[in-house]
């Protein structure tokens, strides 16, 4: 009788045991195919995101395109030169947004602009309605983890608008949008102006295709610390 409660006990212990490594095993798999449909997921709206650029580069850059003579001739020389005076006077011109957009596109950087242009667009909404939805729209595209065209913030200023997301208002990025604008003029808005796409324009000579180049390197915030932010620019 003791041996056979001790056979049923052991055999107990052995099937507990099996059980926890069971359960231990499926949890593992569980969370490693997690991981692996993230990382797909991720790689899959970055190629996306890498397609879309291209096309959009190629349609604004081919010179058999309809309309390409008419951006080349468009702007004088006496006005791209005063773009030069400010970063503000060029974004201010419709001509000079849609040259400086189309130069961060050929260094595939253009995130931080459209980042922009949408916080504008976002700061005229009237309606409750399409405040969320517009608030919504910028935060999956721009600022969450892992976003199809994900701006270099802070941590801070990240999770204020992650927390303030449901309930969001007209000044929700205004911080982001200043951290953003600051950054575009200290790194980008200096190369834009030595690049060929902007000495072109100010020189009157012809538009020549513009030649891809690798991604350059996004400095943060905290590198520019010296910089006051004035968010008034945005009100």
Not at 31 to 48: D, F, P, Q, V
Request: glycine residues 2%; positive net charge.
């Amino acid at each position: 009788m003791g041996t056979s409660l001790i056979f049923f006990s052991q055999l107990n212990m052995c099937e507990s045991k099996e059980k926890t490594f069971f359960k231990l095993i499926h949890g593992s798999a569980k969370e490693e195919a997690s991981k692996e449909a993230k990382i797909r997921a991720k790689e899959k709206r970055n190629r996306l995101s890498l397609l879309l650029q291209k096309a959009e580069f190629h349609d604004e850059s081919h010179p058999s395109r309809p309309g390409h003579l008419a951006k080349e001739t468009r702007v004088c020389p006496e006005e791209a030169v005063r773009w030069g005076e400010s970063f503000e006077k060029l974004l201010s011109h419709k001509d000079g947004l849609e040259t400086f957009t189309r130069f961060l596109k050929t260094e595939f950087s253009e995130e931080n602009i459209e980042f922009w242009k949408a916080c504008e667009d976002f700061k005229k909404s009237k309606d409750p309605q399409q405040i969320l939805f517009k608030a919504k729209a910028i935060y999956e595209k721009f600022i969450q983890i892992d976003a199809p065209q994900e701006v270099n913030l802070d941590f801070h200023t990240k999770e204020l608008i992650t927390k303030s997301i449901t309930q969001p208002t007209l000044h929700s990025f205004d911080a982001a949008q200043s951290r953003v604008y600051q950054l575009m003029e200290q790194d980008s808005y200096k190369r834009f102006l030595k690049s060929d796409i902007y000495t072109d324009l100010t020189e009157g000579r012809p538009q020549r295709p513009t030649n891809l180049r690798r991604r350059s390197r996004s400095f943060t915030y905290n590198e520019f610390q010296d910089v006051k932010s004035d968010v008034s620019i945005w009100l």
